[in-house]
Structure formats: C-alpha cells, structure tokens
C-alpha cells in the first residue's frame, strides 16, 4: 500500500458566469485597485513630506492607509487573476494564507479605528495633557499594540481551521476570495470549535473596539455640547468628521455583510455586499480624508505646486 496525502482543493463563486461580463469586470476591479493605491499612497505621501502633519492623529492615517493598502492587495490581484483564466481554484496552503493575511490586516484596520478614535478623545477632552499622552513612544506602543492583537486573532481562528475533519475532492467558499467567516463556515472543519472561535472573536475583536469607539465619541459630543462657542463646537467636530465617516462606511459595509449573510442564502448576494469593505471601503477612505480633512487639502497644495 502506497501512502498519500489528500490535499483539498478551494473553489470561489464566480461574481458573474457571462462571459460579455467578464471584461467589464477585470476592468472595473483593475481600476478600483489602481485608484486605491493611488488615493492611499498619496495619503502617505503627504503626511510624511509635511511637518505640521507630523502629529499622532495623522501618524495613525498613515498607517491605516498601508493597511488598506495590504487588505485590499490580498483579495482584488486575485480576482483579477480569476477573471483573466477562468479558473477560480486556490489550494489549501493558498487558502490558509489568504485567510491569515485577510484576518491580520483586517483585524488591524479595526483596531486603528478604534485608537484613531481615542486619539480624538485625548486630543478634545484633554487638550493640556494631549502631548504627554500621545507622544511618541505610546503611539508606538499603540500601532505594536493593534498588530499583537491581529495576530491574537489569527491564532484563534487557526484553533478552528487547522484541523480538517471531512474530507472533500471539492470544497466551495461562498465568496470570491478565503475570508475569514466563509472559511470557518466550510463543512471540512469542526461546526462546534468554529462556532466557539467565531463568538470569541466577535466579542473581543468586534464588540471591544466598537465599545471603545462609542465611548470616545460620546465623550467628544459631551465636550463639544458644553463648549460655549458655537465656532468652537464646528471647529471641535470637524476633526472627527473625516474619521467618523470611515468609521460608520467600515462598520455599516460589515454589519450589512453580516446580515446580508444571515437572511440570504445567495452566495452571489454575499459576495457582491462583500465588495463594499474588502474594495470599496479602502478605496473611499483616503479621498473622504482628502476632502474632508483641511490640513490634508492645504498639503496636497503645496506638493502640487512643487510638483507643477
């Protein structure tokens, strides 16, 4: 008898079988990736070539847009590469790793928001102390902090996914890419560790920093609500505008995931509301700064006039 290692196969859903539809679609997402690396490299770019931007609250932009950067390269390069052969297969291993970078980048995106958000409570409701407590070395700590915990998270789900108990030839996921809640719902791994991972995270990665989020706002409302100017409260809740923007987008796209997921049996359906914060979401974030935000707009000047 000769010994053999069974190795699954993954197959994605395709987003549309018609072919007429397939060039409309390698170029719809080929250039959303192209405007998200431009949009979020601009970001960098100019947060990094100005002085005044050298603050915690834009040292954190900076970092979210690598982030977005590295998330949404995980899944659009390999649609592209599904639509252009037709063949939507990824292995086991392809999968896995899929997965890994799809939670750690994720998981991080969610944490900055959070501490973007804390950022802001520091800075409005404790102007005095603002220095001495976001300096350097705790922003740091808190950016260290948030890629700790996104590995935390990949441990957790690895308890889940690193066993697989029936064996298939073919295994469907019900998107277009190994996220993380498509992967632990596949029959091939264990229903009762999957369901136990699933709820952990979802109270201390989900629940824990949109708790975090709530409290820092209301605190900012609290403090902009008994300021006695009315410039003042304006000029208070614009810094948070472009921030609490991302943070409803992200949180909305998410929740509608979730109950698109629930009530729907579509795989098609989940996939295409699965568009909105794995591609979308990072596309739109750093024009929503841009335009919102007027120490962005006031650099973007500068560099375009160096530049022109």
């Known amino acids: 008898m000769q010994n053999t290692t069974f190795v699954p196969e993954f197959h994605f859903i395709q987003l549309s079988e018609d072919p007429d539809l397939q060039p409309v679609l390698f170029g719809l997402f080929l250039s959303t990736y192209i405007l998200t690396l431009f949009g979020n490299l601009l970001i960098i770019l100019t947060v990094s070539s100005d002085s005044h931007l050298h603050t915690p609250m834009y040292f954190f932009l900076s970092n979210l847009s690598m982030v977005d950067i590295c998330f949404v390269s995980i899944t659009v390069p390999r649609v592209i590469m599904d639509i252009q052969t037709q063949c939507p297969v990824i292995s086991y291993v392809g999968c896995l790793t899929q997965m890994s970078l799809f939670v750690i980048f994720g998981c991080m995106d969610n944490m900055l928001l959070a501490v973007m958000a804390y950022d802001r409570f520091v800075a409005i409701c404790h102007p005095l102390y603002y220095q001495v407590i976001m300096n350097p070395s705790h922003c740091g700590v808190l950016l260290l902090g948030c890629y700790l915990l996104s590995l935390l998270q990949l441990l957790l789900h690895y308890v889940a996914v690193l066993k697989i108990s029936n064996y298939?030839?073919?295994?469907?996921?019900?998107?277009?890419?190994?996220?993380?809640?498509?992967?632990?719902?596949?029959?091939?791994?264990?229903?009762v560790t999957s369901n136990i991972v699933r709820y952990c995270i979802g109270v201390l990665f989900g629940l824990l920093p949109v708790s975090g989020i709530i409290f820092s706002y209301f605190k900012i409302v609290s403090s902009i609500i008994r300021s006695p100017s009315s410039s003042g409260k304006h000029k208070t809740f614009s810094t948070c505008g472009s921030h609490l923007s991302i943070v409803c987008m992200f949180y909305g796209t998410a929740l509608g995931v979730y109950f698109t997921s629930s009530l729907s049996h579509s795989a098609k359906s989940n996939a295409v509301a699965s568009l909105m914060y794995t591609v979308v979401t990072p596309m739109l974030n750093p024009f929503i700064y841009s335009l919102r935000n007027k120490d962005i707009k006031t650099a973007l000047r500068k560099i375009l006039s160096r530049a022109f």
Not at 172 to 178: A, G, K, P, Q, T
């Open 168 to 191: 298939k030839d073919y295994i469907e996921v019900s998107n277009f890419f190994c996220g993380s809640s498509e992967v632990l719902k596949l029959p091939c791994f264990d229903t």
